[in-house]
């Protein structure tokens, strides 16, 4: 029997593929001759060194084949690689930023999702589980001033089920873009997320199986930051006391980017403030 975790896992690998498949980052794929030939020797030799030090077996070799072959076969190279290695390319690419941190993507980002004016209110069903939360937040440049950008958003549901990825849910279910004002301001009320789990029986779920790990990440929001001639940032936040802050399977919760959310004035739900400054592009 299909169960809705099952449905899950093998939409969402797929759809993860295609979605990497018909984005620009497709046209930004030359890489020079003489850096694939440096890289790649040098991931070869990593791999040698390996074989060579823990002797591995015709077995093992036979096994790792066979798991590579499933990883496409299930569309879950978009995952495989956000979770085990975007983590130290984001690490890379932002070593000199000033700014506010950032961390990784991930494999669920959709583009363009409909512009709201702050105040804003993403998307969700009628009878969305959860709590409130109400996200209050400025822009800003390394100077202070306020930057009349935008926050793209996005993140899983009470269920740990993000849209577009999972059957059933609406198209752009707590999924927005939100114009900040001209001060760089903007208010965005959402519904607390769950920790997500990835999916179990797709080709990385048998490798977290086979290794005896776990394959929770703690419950996050997404955004991508962005304002006029300034760097964007990608980031995640989280929330103080989950249980996987410090074991994340994707390796990419930073302590800066723990929230602090508190009983809204109002008396529902949580509420927050957390500005991100951005770097001259
Ligand atoms: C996610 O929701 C996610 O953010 C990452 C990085 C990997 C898998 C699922
Ligand atoms: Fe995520």
Request: charged share 25%.
């Amino acid at each position: 029997t299909i169960t809705e975790f099952d449905a899950k896992a093998a939409e969402s690998g797929n759809k993860a593929t295609e979605r990497f498949k018909a984005s620009g980052k497709r046209a930004a794929l030359e890489v020079p001759k003489e850096r694939v030939s440096l890289l790649a020797r040098e991931v070869l030799e990593a791999v040698y060194a390996t074989i060579r030090k823990h002797k591995v077996t015709y077995a093992e070799y036979n096994a790792l084949k066979d798991w590579l072959i499933s990883v496409g076969e299930d569309g879950e190279w978009p995952l495989f690689l956000d979770v085990w290695v975007e983590h130290v390319v984001e690490e890379v690419a932002t070593e000199n930023r000033k700014g506010s941190k950032g961390t990784i993507e991930g494999p669920y980002y959709v583009p363009d999702s409909p512009a709201q004016k702050t105040p804003a209110r993403l998307p969700r069903r009628d009878d969305e589980p959860g709590t409130e939360l109400t996200w209050k937040g400025q822009i800003r440049d390394l100077d202070g001033n306020g930057l009349p950008g935008k926050v793209e958003i996005w993140h899983a549901d009470g269920a740990g089920f993000y849209s577009q990825y999972a059957p059933g849910l609406p198209e752009w279910n707590l999924r927005g873009t939100v114009l900040a004002d001209e001060n760089g301001n903007f208010e965005i009320q959402t519904m607390r997320p769950a920790p997500y789990q990835i999916p179990t029986d797709g080709a990385c779920g048998k490798l977290i199986a086979a290794a005896g790990w776990h394959a929770w990440r703690p419950a996050h929001i997404h955004v991508k930051v962005s304002a006029p001639g300034h760097e964007l940032i990608t980031a995640q936040l989280y929330f103080p006391g989950d249980a996987h802050n410090d074991d994340d399977i994707a390796s990419a919760v930073k302590p800066e980017l723990i929230l602090d959310p508190k009983p809204a004035a109002d008396g529902k739900g949580e509420e927050m403030v957390y500005d991100f400054v951005l770097d001259p592009a």
